[in-house]
């Protein structure tokens, strides 16, 4: 492809991009396939000849787009709905044409100081004091694998050298996401001794439950390592009581992390503070600018107050990345386990720059607002209950009909391409799961989601 080729392809594939943004209501949210579909279409090899950049293209728009779950559609409500706002889609083309790898500070000067004024500024809008240090991850279970790795560094030093000591212990709710119980998989602490603590009221992790597993435990001969709060549980976005659990952590001497991928964008709010309520004791945590900020998926950001802990795990210099500027300026290498580094901070500075803090509030308020006009649509109407408190932009609700006609609910919205919702079981029930932050969703979205959402409960519970 010369300059000039990409050029006129490049355009082409803008034109499609801002149409796709458009029109993108038109689109059923989720894709009309069957499973294989997409691989029955396509070639089992890869072509021979050159192709061309248009019937790439072609196929991208008839083939790909049609068989894609459209994530950035203003009525996707499943999961935790996200959004890949303009000003992000823009920086993800620069990012993909610098082409950079930040693993140290010289092979992209730009990567490494962005990445550390972009997680500052966040850091100031997340109200978190300054000795925080920030590092982009790909995802929340990574960031939450680097916490626990960490947390084993400050426990048992000894694992960097001789391996994971047996009986150490991760305590967090029973609510929490797969993701810790994974981590604790990964980095050899074992499945069993990632300890599910019980909820109690608005489904937040019981501190006494918590005491009395620790003391059992200790009796047992184990050591507690480290304990994981939420903020924002995937299943109705409850808030863990960070700082009674970061008194009990001090007290244990283990280490604090904090799960905020979904939940932490909200403490941008200064009207949210509660959310950050014993933040500032953590040890670290984890905040997802792609669930939350308007930042295409991937960027998740691991805040730590203990940088030297992380180093310490995991720094590991051969000779070959050895540079005359070390100890001058750090080497995001010597924080992660990857080696290599997107530049993914430019797209976080763009979105941050083209918001400015008062849009990216007022973007968080639209989404809270809806969230409680829909709670009150669903209090309104006798056939439903709503099953979790609606604390931030998820709303967990279900037929008082039953399990069945909740999930037969559930499906025939799906199926009919104009939204698309979740589940989760909660006490034993199931229950629908409609999750708000896409950046195109508007009051009238809702209404007409709603409207869907009766209009099928009509059909199946009169
Ligand atoms: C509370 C919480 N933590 C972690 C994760 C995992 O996020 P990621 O996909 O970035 O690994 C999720 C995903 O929804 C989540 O809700």
Redesign the pocket.
Known sequence: MTPEEFRRAAHEAVDWMADYMTHIRELPVLPRVAPGDLMRALPGSAPEEAESIESILSDFRELIVPANTQWNHPRFHA??SVSGAPPGILAEMLIATLNVNGMVWKSSPAATELEMVTLGWLREWLGLPGEFFGLIH???????MHALLAARAMVAPESRVEGTPKGLVVYTSEH?????EKSGIAIGIGQKHVRKVAVGEGYRMRVDALEQMIEEDKAAGLRPCCVCA?????SMASVDPVAPLADIARREQMWLHV?????GNFAVLPEMGHLREGWAEADSI?V?P??GLLTP??L?VLYTRRPEVMRGALSLVPEYLKTATDGEMANLMDYAVALGRRFRSLKLWFVMRAYGRKGMEAYLRAQLAMARELEGWVRADGRFEVCAPVELSLVCFRLKAGDDASRALMEAVNESGHAFLSHTVLGGRFVIRLAIGNYQTTAEDMRGTWAKVQEEAGRLVG
């Open positions: 999961y935790f790909d995802t929340a279970s990574l960031s939450s929490a996401h797969s993701s810790i939420t903020v924002g549980t995937t799960d905020a991928a979904y939940g984890v997802n792609h669930k998926i991937d998740s």
